[in-house]
């Protein structure tokens, strides 16, 4: 459940950033390609990374183990 | 080769490939080509290629032109080194270049240089009278003390000597005191003492004494007075200590003999009289005359001074203006001359885009230069490779140029830098990993953004020039630092609970077996990152480990997917079917049906929570696939699959290896039908092809060659798929090693100086603290990690699609680097 909702916003925030460089950096047809290209990239590199390491967490084998406090 | 466009696929993306270039020739009149090649420089779009490269630098047309700008540049040299030596900065000229002429310019450094020349010459003899002079005035002084203090030790034994009644000679014989014994003198023959004094070098002094002593055997009696100060020697110019001397001696052979010696060892000599009188008339006159040297020779030195001033405000406009003529004529010097001499035939590589520039560029050339016939612009086929042209920006040029470094990739093939630009600052982050370093190297890196404009005018050192250059892309390796230090929940080895509580509790109200059992799971996992109960607790490690092992084989097994579908890229560019199917798509079988399919069981093993162990699964598979799984089984029919997909590896081996060079052999021989021997006999693969390859016409096709180059592809392939998954594993590896860095430096560093209670440890703590973070972890660390990620993208990401065997584009321009020396 709460993956998908933050997948979900994951591709909100990906689509938000594609259309600002769009609105703001715009010049030309080929330029704004290489922009999308890149936003898209860094969008999926920053989700798989968060997707690993939430999905990492959901079924634990190991549990935390306190150490001693002295 | 520039026309084979890519196929309509995909819309032409910026940076994904070189610009289309083309093979230019111009013909340019005589009169015009000056300003011609001027104004392509200013433009900075075509690279001239070298027509004359068979001639002798020395019998190329304008070889005169060239020697006389390198005798500017020379007079050039000469005038900056004479500013520095006396500390004159040149100054920035606001003039246009355009106004000077470079026969004015030539005219005005010879005569400048003459000048300079000559004060140098003045000033160096004035100088060396002048130390001349302080020596005199030296030896002077100290020979005046001896002399006066002899004299009155000579006058008061005089006394007692007189009335004893003994006949001296006249006032020469101011060695009473060694005569006192003598007391019968011939007064017939009377000696007549002669005496030199000047400055001997301390360091030759007792040598000096001695030779002196047996070449006149004995006969010389010599004194010497130390100098405190060193003196400056005139005709060495440099400061050396030295001695006062005086030598008596009688005869005149013994006066010659010292006179060599003398020479002999740089000894120089004064004029000294013992009267009392002449001496003290002689200071003040030497003194006179050291005051008007001086004032000489300042006023000298502020001529001089002037006049490098005046060379100083134009310095920098007449340098320009020579490199920029030289350049002009050694460009020149590769147009080669048209059959009817009239005019030069110049051949380059340009961009497409830039036809209409240099059009205009060359038209503006002839008419500025009012030739009655204007230049030719027309475009050669050819089937020469073009050199490789990315238009970047300053943003994109650092990544280019780390791309460019392993290799200037091929005409027109996939650009690896379009993925780079995101993927490599991520696999940084990943090894990096804290938020609280993130935010310093973010912090540090805007200050050099903010300052672009003044550091890039800035002569900086070296290290200052790499970080500078590479700002940009140490600001996305920040930030992407700063969200993997999310991840991670580091803030310099301290983990927050920032978007939830943590998802784990104790399992009763007493929490008595938190220390031996552990917590359990009772909430929601923790929504973003790395829930923050794990940093300190003793299972810390092996969860983390396990974590982040699995996660970079399942980066790594995506970065090598992308690299394989660029390759598919290029083969569907270059139209090439055949790389499409026994390349492209065996590969993407073998990888994905073995390293695919491991990553696809870790994510179900997560998924599930099964206790399934991925190593035993992913060996057996291999080594007894048809075994029962039992409790490795994490979802139902898995031994039907990985049958299956063991099936689909072990074939794509030689669908990778076999058919590509028997299709290519193919091609070759429909290309040249006609011309071809007898059909090879394909009995035996490899043994019996080496004869029978030959050369088709122009082009080579070696089927040996080609087959050895397929296999060789094929083994680093397979090869590869395992030694470059688990190279991957460095990103676990610095990840781990930077998280115990930092949480070893803050809790032995700042929490024992905590510990103490006392303000002064803790503020050497603080200073440690900071020092170790900012050497260690911040410097090394970003290197390191810098390097490895860089390693992953030339290797492991590169070696699936990349070829980077093109030379880069090297456009004739007048942007000199600061210490170009032609």
């Known amino acids: 459940m709460g993956f998908l909702i933050t997948t979900l916003i994951f591709l909100v925030v990906g689509i938000i950033a594609s259309l600002c460089v769009r609105i703001c950096f715009s010049r030309g047809p080929s330029t704004n390609l290489l922009h999308l290209t890149l936003v898209i990239t860094a969008t999926i590199c920053c989700w798989m990374m968060w997707a690993i390491v939430y999905i990492a967490q959901m079924n634990p084998l190991i549990v935390p183990i306190l150490s001693e406090t002295e | ?822």
């Open chain 2, 1 to 822: 080769m520039g026309e084979s466009r890519g196929g309509g696929c995909c819309p032409p993306m910026d940076l994904m490939r070189s610009e289309t270039m083309q093979l230019v020739q111009l013909i340019v009149p005589m009169e015009s080509a000056h300003l011609t090649v001027s104004y392509l420089g200013d433009l900075g779009l075509v690279q001239f290629k070298d027509l004359n490269s068979e001639k002798s630098p020395f019998q190329r047309t304008y070889a005169a032109q060239i020697k006389r700008c390198g005798e500017m540049a020379r007079k050039i040299r000469f005038f900056k080194d004479q500013m520095s030596k006396a500390g004159v900065l040149p100054k920035e000229s606001l003039e246009k270049e355009s106004d000077i002429d470079l026969d004015d310019v030539e005219v005005k450094l010879g005569e400048l240089e003459a000048e300079l020349v000559e004060i140098n010459a003045n000033n160096d003899k004035l100088q060396r009278s002048y130390n001349e002079l302080m020596e005199y005035k030296l030896v002077l002084q100290k020979a005046g003390e001896f002399f006066s203090s002899a004299h009155r030790s000579a006058t008061a034994q005089q006394r007692e000597i007189e009335s004893e009644d003994s006949q001296q000679a006249g006032d020469d014989l101011l060695e009473s005191p060694l005569l006192q014994e003598e007391k019968s003198i011939d007064s017939s023959k009377q000696v007549k003492l002669g005496f030199l004094t000047g400055l001997v070098p301390r360091e030759k002094s007792m040598v000096f004494e001695r030779i002196l002593f047996r070449a006149t055997r004995g006969n010389i009696f010599i004194r010497q007075t130390v100098i405190e100060e060193p003196v400056i020697d005139p005709s060495s110019g440099e400061k050396a200590e030295k001695n006062v001397f005086v030598v008596f001696y009688s005869g005149e052979r013994a006066k010659s003999k010292i006179l060599k010696i003398c020479e002999a060892f740089g000894a120089n000599r004064y004029p000294f009289s013992e009267d009392l009188g002449k001496q003290a008339q002689m200071i003040t006159e030497v003194s006179g005359r050291i005051s008007e040297l001086k004032t000489t020779i300042d006023a000298g030195l502020g001529h001089r001074d002037i006049l490098l001033q005046t060379i100083g405000d134009k310095f920098e406009l007449w340098n320009h203006k020579v490199r920029k003529e030289k350049a002009i004529y050694h460009t020149l010097n590769m147009l080669s001359l048209d059959v009817t001499k009239k005019c030069l035939v110049a051949e380059g590589w340009s961009p497409v885009f830039a036809s209409n520039e240099i059009q205009d560029a060359l038209q503006r050339a002839a008419v500025d230069s009012n030739s009655q016939v204007g230049s030719i612009f027309q475009v050669l086929r050819t089937k020469e490779s073009p050199p490789t042209y990315f238009r970047t920006n300053k943003f994109t040029s650092a990544i280019q140029e780390i791309v460019d470094a392993y290799g200037v990739a091929k005409y027109q093939e996939a650009n690896p830098g379009v993925f780079t630009i995101v993927t490599f600052p991520f696999l940084f982050a990943v090894m990096f990993g804290d938020w609280g370093h993130g935010i310093c190297i973010l912090l540090a890196t805007m200050y050099l953004i903010l300052r672009e404009k003044k550091l890039s005018s800035q002569k900086l050192g070296d290290i200052m020039e790499m970080a500078f250059g590479g700002r940009y892309v140490i600001l996305m390796m920040s930030l992407f630092s700063i969200y993997t230090g999310l991840i991670y929940n580091e803030f310099f080895s301290i983990p927050y609970p920032l978007f939830a509580p943590s998802a784990y509790d104790c399992r009763d109200a007493s929490c008595s077996e938190a220390t031996t059992i552990g917590l359990i799971k009772v909430r929601d996992t923790y929504p973003f990152g790395l829930d923050p109960v794990w940093h300190g607790t003793r299972s810390e490690l092996p969860f983390l480990n396990s974590l982040k092992m699995k996660m970079s084989i399942l980066l790594g097994v995506s970065q090598m997917n992308l690299g394989i579908i660029m390759s598919y890229f290029n083969a569907r560019f270059f139209k090439s079917s055949v790389n499409i199917w026994f390349q492209f798509i065996p590969q993407m079988i073998f990888l994905n049906s073995l390293f695919g399919y491991l990553s696809v069981l870790i994510i179900i093993k997560w998924c599930t929570g099964s206790q399934a162990d991925l190593y035993h699964v992913m060996i057996y598979m291999f080594l007894s696939p048809t075994d029962e799984l039992g409790e490795n089984q994490l979802f139902p029919h898995q031994k039907t699959v990985q049958l299956v997909l063991l099936f689909l590896a072990l074939v794509s081996v030689p669908c990778m290896l076999l058919p590509k060079p028997f299709i290519l052999k193919k091609q070759h021989e429909a290309r040249h039908q006609g011309q071809s021997y007898a059909p090879l006999d394909e009995t035996d693969e490899s043994l019996h092809v080496e004869t029978t390859g030959g050369s088709h016409g122009h082009e080579e096709f070696e089927f040996s060659e080609i087959f050895v180059h397929q296999l060789i592809h094929t083994i680093e392939f397979v090869l590869g798929a395992v030694s470059n998954t688990a190279s991957y594993l460095r990103l676990w590896a610095l990840s781990l090693a930077h998280s115990e860095l930092s949480s070893v430096f803050y809790e032995k560093v700042l929490l024992l100086a905590w510990g103490y209670n006392n303000v002064l440890i803790l503020i050497l703590g603080i200073m440690v603290f900071i020092f170790a973070t900012v050497g260690v972890l911040l410097v090394m660390e970003t290197l390191s990690a810098f390097l490895h990620a860089l390693r992953l993208h030339w290797v492991e990401f590169q070696n699936k699609f990349y070829e980077g065997d093109g030379y880069k584009f090297a456009p004739f321009t007048f942007i000199f680097t600061a210490n170009e020396d032609e």
